[in-house]
């Protein structure tokens, strides 16, 4: 039974100063009573207004305006006029950052490819073949360069033999090498079985 009867109330001892509570306890409950900001790390894109100049910073901040309050502190150290480089774009840093830095890399240089391939071969959109050696050409693409480790190259194993649907980017690069081996005038044959 409680030594205060309900309506009473007693002098309870905080967390500090319970003799009970060790310090790492202690410390985990005050850090929840006043939380320090913890510095994130952004990437700042800046750029000159022509485009010519382009920079991209690191910066440790408390707050997104502390990061481009320091990126633009930064940027006037190696700029030769204030305001020349200007802020485009702001991003957190964070573990998956890299990786999708590099995915986006990849796809603008994959759509870089189609786009000039196009170009070359003087067509909207790219075109499909229903030859064999155009399917097969395609996923080769495919699995070496659109989706590289994603898919197994063939192996004698039924479900990692069969060809890939062709996309636009493998059709792409599949008619700029036929048509690079039909400028040199190689052509291609199919074996005989053995």
């Known amino acids: 039974m409680s030594d205060f009867q309900s309506g009473?109330?007693?002098?309870?001892m905080s967390a500090a100063e319970d003799p009970a509570i060790d310090d790492a306890q202690r410390t985990r409950e005050e850090s929840r009573e006043s939380p320090e900001p913890v510095p994130v790390r952004y990437s700042v894109h800046?750029?000159?207004p022509d485009g010519g100049i382009k920079r991209r910073l690191y910066v440790d901040a408390g707050s997104l305006d502390e990061a481009l309050t320091k990126a633009r502190d930064e940027a006037q150290s190696f700029d030769d006029?204030?305001?020349?480089l200007r802020v485009?774009?702001?991003?957190?840093?964070?573990?998956?950052?890299?990786?999708?830095?590099q995915r986006e890399a990849?796809?603008?240089?994959?759509n870089h490819i189609v786009e000039t391939g196009l170009a070359v071969l003087g067509q909207p959109v790219p075109g499909r073949s229903?030859?064999?050696?155009?399917?097969v050409l395609c996923d080769f693409f495919s699995r070496a360069i659109v989706w590289p480790g994603r898919f197994s190259f063939p192996a004698g194993d039924?479900?990692?033999?069969r060809l890939l649907n062709p996309n636009d980017v493998s059709s792409v690069m599949a008619q700029l090498l036929t048509v690079h081996l039909n400028h040199y005038?190689?052509?291609?044959?199919?074996?005989?079985p053995e």
């Open 130 to 135: 229903d030859e064999e050696f155009f399917d």
């Open 158 to 161: 039924a479900e990692t033999d």
């Open 106 to 110: 990849r796809r603008r240089h994959l």
């Open 46 to 48: 800046l750029e000159s």
């Open 185 to 192: 005038g190689l052509h291609v044959t199919q074996a005989p």
């Open 88 to 101: 485009v774009g702001v991003s957190e840093e964070n573990a998956s950052s890299e990786a999708r830095r």
């Open 81 to 84: 006029g204030p305001g020349r």
């Open 8 to 12: 009473e109330s007693g002098n309870w």
